[in-house]
């Protein structure tokens, strides 16, 4: 079996050969880019290259780049441990042309390396390009030879890539295996398309625009490309799996947490234990990366992340906090990767164990409280935004780990109810301090509390942030 670790040398060497200067993966949180949350791609870290405001000693790079896609434009948090392909935390592989190849280029070094390095059998892969895109079209028939029914032609933002509401974007070909019968779901661009037997791999993207405000898109000085293959699911596929977490690196994490806990991660549990694992992954990244647990912006993101996984420590019966007790099996097997995991590793260990020691004491407490006021809840009823919002403010439940509490039980909460509470509690706020006199400081108290209320509203919400902290 190909471990997770060679398959990333394996692509990174590969692109080496064909003249890709080897990029260190860049922090998860970008740098000077305040319109972007977390780095979600492999090409945040060379925007200002598409762009040309960067000049580039080498006009071809390639990388592993951590990305966090649980926030903004790019938001996977509700599919994880359900989907078993998505994860918060993953890995991008990809290879990056600053005006260097383009169209042709790309797809010829994709398909070299997908059937001669990575021996994927031929007849199970399958295209899509955009809707109008002759030249990618024409280019997938001379390289690999496809039948016209395997390249399909999308009409959709699927097959339009963007890292945000700004930035370079251009028309892209994702390239999908055929994991066969055995899984449900039809081809791209399908109404079934949503179910596991079609896997999206790699997406090549074709760098030709800027977005440089609403609705105005203006061309790239050259074309360039900019290409994203997830490596849990590459690995998952030359591995023989249909699920990321049967990879060798996601058993180990798994493994470790049935140990601890004594419940079998094939069973009924084993959503919490896959939840488990990738937010682990999340956490340790993001704290080792200099974000830390707070009530606001990118720290609130990351205590959401924490406290679903804790929630699901304490479905599976932990009598202690558990997250932190993992964190040896990761820098095990990413520790040689990410260097910065080993030297973050006490922090990572001690964040987590500080973190999950003061929220048990209120989960076990706001749990029970969830539970009395759903008894009489069934399939398709909602939760009232008043009780969501009591377990947020009392409980420190984030809003996102009651919906995931629900979910199972096909309960919704009233979200517009839980912003409404939310609201009337600062104007009750106001208006007690507006009795009391102090007017001066009150003024500047206020302005500081609506900052960071503000944020830490936009923190959970963060469809309508738009990632923007
Ligand atoms: P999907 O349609 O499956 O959500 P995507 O089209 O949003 O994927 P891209 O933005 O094209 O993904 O990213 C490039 C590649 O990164 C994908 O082809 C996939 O292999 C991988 N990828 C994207 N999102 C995730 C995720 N949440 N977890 C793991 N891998 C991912
Ligand atoms: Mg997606
Ligand atoms: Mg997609
Ligand atoms: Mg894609």
């Known amino acids: 079996m190909t471990g997770v670790n060679q398959i990333r040398s394996t692509f990174l060497d590969y692109f080496a050969r064909h003249d890709h200067e ?3 993966s860049s922090s998860l949180v970008p740098h000077n880019d305040p319109t972007l949350m977390f780095t979600n791609a492999g090409m945040v870290q060379f925007k200002n290259a598409f762009t040309g405001v960067e000049k580039r000693r080498h006009p071809r790079a390639t990388s592993s780049q951590k990305c966090v896609r649980a926030g903004g434009k790019h938001n996977d948090l509700d599919n994880v441990g359900y ?13 990056f042309s600053f005006g260097d190849y383009f169209k042709e280029g790309a797809i010829e070094l994709a398909w070299n390396l997908i059937t001669r390095e990575f021996d994927m059998p031929t007849d199970r892969l399958l295209v899509t390009v955009y809707h109008d895109d002759d030249e990618a079209y024409g280019l997938w028939k001379k390289i690999a030879g496809f039948s016209d029914d395997r390249i399909i032609r999308i009409d959709s933002s699927d097959n339009f890539w963007s890292m945000g509401e700004l930035g370079p974007c251009g028309p892209c070909s994702e390239i999908f295996f055929d994991q066969g019968e055995k899984l449900a779901g039809g081809p791209p661009g399908s109404a079934d398309q949503d179910g596991d037997r079609y896997l999206e791999f790699w997406n090549l993207v074709f760098m030709q625009y800027e977005q440089v405000a609403p609705g105005e898109r203006v061309p790239l000085p050259r074309p360039s490309i900019d290409t994203g293959m997830g490596l849990e699911r590459i690995a998952a596929l030359l591995q023989g799996e249909t699920s990321n977490y049967d990879t060798d690196l996601f058993r180990a994490l798994i493994g470790a947490v049935a140990e601890l ?10 959503a919490s ?34 406290r679903r996984a804790m929630r699901h420590a304490q479905l599976l019966g932990a009598a202690e906090p558990l997250m932190w007790r993992l964190v040896p099996t990761l820098v095990a097997q990413m520790g040689l990767a990410f260097p910065e995991l080993q030297r973050a590793e006490n922090l ?24 009395e006021e759903t008894a009489a809840l069934t399939a398709g009823a909602q939760l009232s935004g008043e009780t969501a919002f009591k377990l947020y403010d009392t409980y420190g439940f984030p809003l996102d780990l009651t919906e995931d509490a629900l979910r199972p039980r096909g309960i919704a909460i009233d979200k ?46 963060t469809e309508k942030s738009e990632g923007v902290v």
């Open 348 to 371: 990572i260990r001690d964040t987590l164990q500080t973190e999950e020691t003061r929220f048990r004491t209120t989960l076990a407490r706001g749990l029970s409280i969830l539970d």
């Open 416 to 461: 517009d109810g839980f912003a409404a509470a939310m609201e009337r509690q600062r104007a009750e706020a106001r208006k007690a301090w507006a009795g009391s006199g102090e007017t001066a400081t009150e003024a500047v108290w206020f302005a500081i509390k609506d900052r960071v209320g503000a944020t830490e509203f936009l923190g959970y919400d």
């Open 22 to 24: 080897k990029a260190p």
């Open 83 to 95: 989907t078993a392909r998505h994860h918060t935390f993953f890995e991008m592989l990809g290879n």
């Open 273 to 306: 234990h896959r939840v488990i694992a990738d937010h682990l992954r999340a956490s340790a990244f993001l704290v080792a990366d200099g974000v830390t647990p707070s009530n606001e912006g990118r720290g609130y993101v990351l205590r959401r992340i924490m």
């Open 261 to 270: 806990t004594s419940v079998d991660a094939r069973g009924p549990q084993a």
